[in-house]
């Protein structure tokens, strides 16, 4: 009987071993350039940026200076990408078309003449955003770019006809 149980205690003594083996595990992450656009919902089709709104008034022969507008919108859109990314905003000439830095305002009267205007990339309408012609930069190290628009009616000469004046804007973001 002691030849069972040498044989027991020995499989006990077995089992009872520690068998160690070390292992690695390489982790990684490829980072890749890219953006998305916050403040919209993105989904099929082009979404509403806002409104730039110039308000009313009788007339816009105002000799104390041009009428102006910033865009209204809910969420201010924002491009947001990492560091040192390049992107272009690409405004074309609306409905009315446009050349150079003017697009135009229109009513559904066709006798009526159309309302120049001009739309800017910042606050001070230093930046002019002309027709079709990309404006490029790169995204700060903050990760964020703010994408307002500003508009702004020069004093005119002729008064306008009577009505609502509009145009619509395709805004282009690419990165």
């Known amino acids: 009987m002691k030849g069972p149980a040498v044989l027991a205690l020995m499989g006990t003594m077995l089992c009872n071993a520690a068998i160690a083996a070390q292992l690695q595990v390489q982790v990684r992450i490829d980072v890749q350039r890219g953006c998305q656009l916050v403040g919209t919902t993105r989904s099929a089709g082009i979404e509403q940026l806002g409104v730039l709104d110039f308000g009313s008034g009788p007339r816009l022969d105002d000799p104390a200076g041009p009428l102006s507008a910033a865009l209204i919108s809910q969420r201010q859109p924002r491009l947001e990408c990492n560091p040192d990314t ?7 000439g609306g409905l009315h078309g446009g050349v150079g830095e003017v697009r135009y305002l229109a009513t559904a009267a066709p006798s009526s003449r159309p ?6 990339a910042d606050a001070a309408r230093l930046i002019p955003l002309p027709v079709d012609v990309p ?4 995204v700060p190290d903050t990760g964020s770019v703010e994408l ?3 508009g702004r009616i020069e004093p005119l000469k002729d008064i306008p006809a009577v009505g609502r004046y509009s145009d619509l804007l395709k805004v282009t973001v690419t990165w």
């Open 115 to 120: 309302i120049p205007y001009r739309i800017y």
């Open 135 to 138: 404006i490029s930069g790169r």
């Open 148 to 150: 307002p628009l500003y």
């Open 86 to 92: 390049p992107y272009q905003v690409r405004v074309d």
